[in-house]
């Protein structure tokens, strides 16, 4: 008899033939004096070790077909204590069988998405709406008119309007600008300390981070109107592409290429801004974006030349145009006279809704092209 033999003779029943009937194996008759005595101490039935067992390492009969490994078996109600205590156990190894059902794939679970406590939530962009100052307003409101003979503190505030709404960054701005008055202090900045400032805006280590070297390389390499940088893709796709990277261009040049395309953080927002109310003064054609103190006979401000993306830009400049009679397509920059009826609407001014890119005073039914309501 061999081991395995004498394993099945002891714990199960066997059936040598399958047609005969089967006999029982007493287990009580191959189990030694000492086990006897164990069961009869614990008042356990002679038949306790050839019953089933939950924990059994037996094949079920699913599992003939196949090698055997060894399984643990464990009942739903006995499974939360089974394996609170086997937290060292090695894992099962699955056993294949034909006759099982295939378990069905698991859906990973979803996680709810990321989102920073102090990120303030965006505005809908559908229905924007601004308030349209009448056009004899000296100003339209923007934080840019302020900030406009203060060049590097305009870019700065480029950085925290962009993907921030005004009502919350311009707050922070301004407490910034109180701690940090000048360019060098800008520059001198403890990034930590400026983080602290503004983590309520979102972005706050990019942000920082940005200012910061925005005014180092300012004080390093300051805007001059003799030397251009390039600024890929800006305004139009491929501009830039004919200067080298590193290359600053004249003013006489005519390839594109702009004052401050070199500072750290400064985007086409920044570029929009910088060009509609900085560039005419810093290349001494004008006092301000206005064309004030102009001495060249026939001169065209920078900003009638500029087709910004930020809505708050492109209303300013449907502002500025109507002033002087003209409604303006902010798409392809063409110009239409403004009726009479439009410039009585324009100067009393109410709130402009955006369609399409233009803004539409909403005085009328009656539409006119390039996206303006008659009243």
């Not at 009869?40 to 699913?62: G, V, W």
């Not at 989102?115 to 840019?144: E, H, M, N, R, W």
């Amino acid at each position: 008899m061999t081991p395995c033999d004498e394993v099945k003779s002891k714990y199960f029943s066997v059936f040598e033939d399958t047609n005969a009937q089967p006999k029982l194996v007493q287990p009580h008759a191959h189990i030694s004096e000492e086990t006897q005595k164990i069961l009869e101490e614990f008042n356990l039935p002679a038949d306790f070790l050839s019953t089933d067992s939950e924990l059994s390492d037996a094949a079920s009969d699913l599992e003939l077909d196949e090698p055997l490994h060894p399984i643990i078996k464990i009942s739903p109600a006995k499974q939360s204590n089974c394996f609170s205590q086997r937290t060292t156990a090695a894992p099962e190894t699955p056993v294949k069988s034909s006759h099982l059902q295939p378990e069905e794939p698991r859906t990973p679970r979803s996680r709810p998405p990321k989102t920073s406590p102090y990120f303030p939530k965006l505005l809908p962009d559908s229905d924007s709406c601004l308030p349209f100052p009448p056009i004899d307003a000296p100003t339209f409101g923007l934080v840019q008119e302020q900030l406009a003979h203060e060049p590097w503190k305009l870019l700065i505030a480029t950085i925290f309007l962009n993907r921030t709404r005004g009502g919350v960054a311009l707050p922070v701005l301004f407490k910034v600008f109180e701690r940090y008055p000048t360019i060098h202090a800008m520059a001198s900045a403890d990034q930590s300390d400026l983080v602290d400032m503004i983590r309520c805006l979102g972005f706050q280590n990019q942000r920082a981070n940005k200012c910061i070297k925005l005014a180092q390389t300012w004080q390093a390499i300051p805007p001059s109107k003799d030397k251009r940088y390039r600024k890929l893709h800006y305004p139009a796709n491929l501009d830039g592409r004919d200067v080298g990277r590193d290359e600053s261009i004249v003013d006489e040049d005519h390839r594109v290429a702009w004052e401050v395309a070199h500072l750290p953080g400064v985007g086409a927002y920044s570029l929009d801004s910088w060009r509609i109310f900085c560039r005419d003064k810093l290349r001494g054609l004008a006092t301000d974006w206005l064309g004030s103190g102009a001495s060249t006979p026939g001169f065209v401000p920078e900003w009638k030349s500029v087709l910004p993306q930020d809505k708050e830009l492109r209303a300013y400049i449907t502002w500025l145009w109507l002033k002087e009679g003209w409604v303006w397509d902010r798409h392809t920059g063409d110009l239409t006279p403004a009726s009479d009826k439009m410039l009585r609407a324009a100067h009393a001014g109410g709130v402009a809704r955006e369609e399409d890119g233009n803004w539409v005073l909403p005085m009328s039914p009656t539409k006119v092209p390039n996206g303006l309501h008659e009243d």
